[in-house]
């Protein structure tokens, strides 16, 4: 084996960029929670765009390796250290069989993620090796990892020609905003109702998972009720409750929803929102469909100039 989880902190799974194409059977692509710091880990490690990694979320993992590879790590700051040295975001380094890494509690952002050399040696289910929690597909064994399993890795890494390589690290900070597109159902909230979603804060409560963050703030009006006839949910659908209340669709979303879709967030902010947690707090901001594009463009670009 390649590497043996010894304590899995609290949500530990194998992600890639998502299972797509599946929806009308009920399967949601699932996929890294924030995009850009995984292909961000990838680029670190030697990897293409895309390699499945290791998602941390709030507290990260006990590891030790069972073989040499080159690791990159990304996204939050979890007080990593390699043999008790402290080793940080955006960075990528060699690791020996027998080394271990040992994770604390994320402080900037909330999910951090680690990629090695060649990746992880899961099987491939509908076109990716994410781990679907609410199907029980993918990753390993389609579920969380556990004290006491053992990753393969697919690769042996070379660390004899090993260069070290950094990439800097943003984490959001302070109240955040989050851009969206206005509906698909916007014309269900009465004015009152969508000036309050995009004037107040809100903040993400602790009832909030890979599938969704159900946030907390001022209610907003609707002009008859929110239910509608269930119809397609993405990752970034902001439904309105019967209570008034926001939720944000996230990688697991359902594939279907019966409450009006108030709006949309744009996908490159998707990122910043997943590095969110239980407590953060965040505002609504219209954009245009114009300048959604030109924002999803800087952001491939950004993803590509990594490699």
């Known amino acids: 084996m390649s590497m043996k989880i010894r304590f899995p902190g609290a949500l530990t799974t194998i992600q ?17 929670m924030d995009i850009l710091s995984m292909e961000q880990a990838n680029a670190l490690a030697g ?21 040499d590879t080159i690791v ?6 979890m007080d990593m250290k390699l043999n008790g040295t402290p080793v940080s975001p955006g960075t990528s380094f060699p690791v020996h069989a027998g080394d ?4 604390g509690f994320a402080r900037r952002g909330c999910r951090a993620y680690l990629s090695v050399q060649g990746g992880f040696d899961v099987p491939v289910i509908m076109g990716s090796r994410s781990t679907n929690l609410k199907c029980g ?14 990753l393969p890795f697919r690769k042996e890494a070379d660390i004899s020609s090993f260069t070290p390589r950094a990439l800097p690290v943003s ?20 004015g009152k109702g969508n000036q309050t979603f995009y004037k107040e804060t809100y903040k993400i409560t602790e009832n909030s998972d890979r599938m969704g963050y159900r946030l907390a703030g001022p209610l907003v009006e609707s002009q008859a009720g929110v239910d509608i006839i269930s119809d397609g949910i993405v990752f970034g659908s902001v439904q309105i409750t019967p209570d008034g209340m926001p939720i944000i669709m996230m990688a697991d979303h359902q594939t279907t929803g019966g409450y009006a879709k108030i709006a949309t967030v744009i996908s490159s902010d998707l990122p910043l929102l997943g590095q969110l947690k239980p407590g953060d707090s965040l505002r609504f901001e219209k954009i245009s469909m114009e300048k959604a594009q030109e924002s999803y463009r800087n952001m491939i670009k950004q993803i590509r100039e990594m490699f």
């Open 16 to 32: 890639d960029a998502g299972r797509f194409g599946f929806q009308h059977m009920g399967v949601s692509p699932s996929g890294a």
């Open 47 to 67: 990897n293409p765009q895309g390699e499945e990694v290791l998602e941390f979320t709030l507290a990260g993992p006990m590891l030790t390796f069972t073989r």
């Open 72 to 77: 990159g790590l990304s996204g939050a700051d």
């Open 100 to 103: 271990e890494l040992i994770s």
């Open 137 to 150: 597909l993918g990753g390993f064994h389609g579920r969380a990892l556990q004290a006491g399993d053992e």
């Open 171 to 190: 984490m959001p900070e302070g109240e955040l905003v989050i851009h969206v597109i206005p509906g698909p159902q916007d014309d269900y909230f009465t």
